[in-house]
């Protein structure tokens, strides 16, 4: 017997049992996660009952449901944590490799998915559901099943979960609605899973964004929306180095262009929230009308401006990386941590990682006739693509925390894609009985 039929003896009977160490192990690494002023500020709302503009109500709703006042923060972080456990359980038992499988295993313990793990904020919720539902997928397509009504209802939950969590999600929940209806047995036309998909996801973002409205118009609505606009506008001033913010929003009387040059960064905090910020937001409907009007027609007459923004922020993003927490972690010594910092940007931020998702994209479509595993590659670039045209028109800051989703799920692509690759080139790996070799769930 060879050390590598050994390998995947061992994980075949012991992946549950492995799966449930190493998520004791991960959670042990990580205790009790990072707070961050966002996460301090979800951790008041959910602890008051109350709800805001920036955070969606699914999420402060679920987390006043878990004793915030006594439990604080742990809740939350053991199921971000175990989310993506669960999915690493059914994406290993998905491949036959010993290499890729132990590849797949190590994955928590990359430095981005520490970090994701790390910081209790909503961002590892919807991210790792979208995991955990991907690799439900990747599970049924390789084992030769379609989405049956159980894992089908499962995988759309967790779809919608995500949905329920992150604003830039509910644009994209029909291709992943579509995505779990061409594998499921519920329907057979084509034409009729894109129709659907179309009509449920657009409804099912609709209203998400309609209960985050209700829950915020409960108190003091704060118009998340108008930040945006601002934001763009002062954009654009910067670009095109032209006036194109409303005098009224001047936060203090003698207000100039040169003001919001100075003030326009990555974040858009420093232009109407700091003590010294040239702006402030609207004080009334007819400010709020007025100035959506001003954005319509600032973007009709500097469109250039407008996308050199938009895509400087986006690859700002892609550059950026916050692996190393804002505080050093207790496992970590403070030099080590300070070298990470510095090669952060370099080595862990998704700039390096992008050239695998189309790589992985165009190789996908080339095989998937031919491997199964192909269209898996090519449905994650999909969304990751899908995911990235969204954000860079919606998102209101250019925080790399933003991507993460994109770096998570690109390396999630790097076990699969290893296993096509070893499949093709060695042949499948086989036990002594001739049989392959695959995790029974």
């Not at 916050?322 to 970590?332: E, S």
Request: proline share 5%; charged share 15%.
């Amino acid at each position: 017997m060879t050390i590598f039929v050994y390998i995947n003896q061992c994980i075949n009977r012991h992946l549950f049992l492995g799966c449930v160490v190493l998520y004791g192990f991960n959670v042990a690494v990580l205790w009790p996660g990072v707070l961050q002023p966002d996460s301090l500020t979800a951790l008041s709302l959910a602890q008051a009952g109350t709800f805001t503009g920036h955070v969606p109500v699914a999420y402060i709703k679920l987390w006043s449901l878990l004793w915030p006042q006594i439990m604080a923060q742990i809740p939350m972080f053991l199921i971000q944590v175990g989310l993506l456990w669960v999915g690493i359980y059914y994406l290993v038992g998905s491949l036959r490799q010993p290499i890729t499988r132990i590849f797949a295993l190590l994955l928590p313990f990359y430095p981005v998915y520490l970090h994701v793990n790390a910081i209790i904020l909503r961002e590892p919720h919807y991210i790792y559901a979208i995991f955990t539902a991907i690799a439900l997928m990747i599970h049924a397509h390789v084992h030769d099943r379609r989405l049956h009504r159980g894992r089908l209802a499962a995988v759309l939950f967790l779809f919608f979960y995500a949905a329920a969590m992150k604003y830039q999600v509910r644009f994209i929940i029909p291709l992943l609605i579509g995505g779990a209806l061409m594998q499921s047995t519920l329907l057979k036309s084509r034409l009729l899973i894109m129709a659907t998909s179309l009509v449920v996801g657009v409804a099912a973002g609709m209203g998400f964004s309609y209960l985050d409205s209700q829950g915020v118009a409960r108190i003091q609505p704060t118009h998340s929306w108008q930040w945006v606009k601002i934001y763009d506008l002062a954009a654009i001033s910067y670009y095109a180095n032209i006036r194109a913010v409303p005098e009224f929003l001047n936060s203090r009387p003698g207000v100039v262009l040169q003001d919001i040059k100075d003030a326009y960064t990555d974040q858009w905090e420093t232009l109407v929230t700091f003590p010294q910020a040239p702006l402030r937001g609207t004080r009334s409907e007819a400010e709020r009308v007025e100035l959506q009007d001003r954005w319509c027609k600032a973007l009709i007459a500097h469109p250039f401006a407008y996308m050199q923004h938009r895509l400087y922020g986006v690859y700002r993003m892609f550059v950026g990386s916050n692996v190393a927490a804002d505080d050093p972690r207790p496992w970590i010594e403070k030099p080590f941590n300070d070298q990470v910092k510095a090669l952060a940007p370099r080595v862990f931020s998704y700039i390096t990682q992008a050239p695998f998702l189309l790589l992985y994209f165009f190789w996908g479509v080339r095989l998937r006739r031919a491997e199964k595993l192909a269209s898996s590659l090519v449905f994650i670039s999909m969304i990751v693509m899908g995911y990235i045209v969204t954000i860079m028109f919606n998102t209101l800051a250019f925080v790399p925390r933003y991507v993460y989703i994109c770096n998570v799920l690109t390396f999630m692509c790097h076990p699969v894609a290893l296993e096509i690759y070893l499949q093709r080139t060695r042949g499948k790996l086989l036990t002594e009985d001739g049989k392959y070799l695959t995790a029974d769930l």
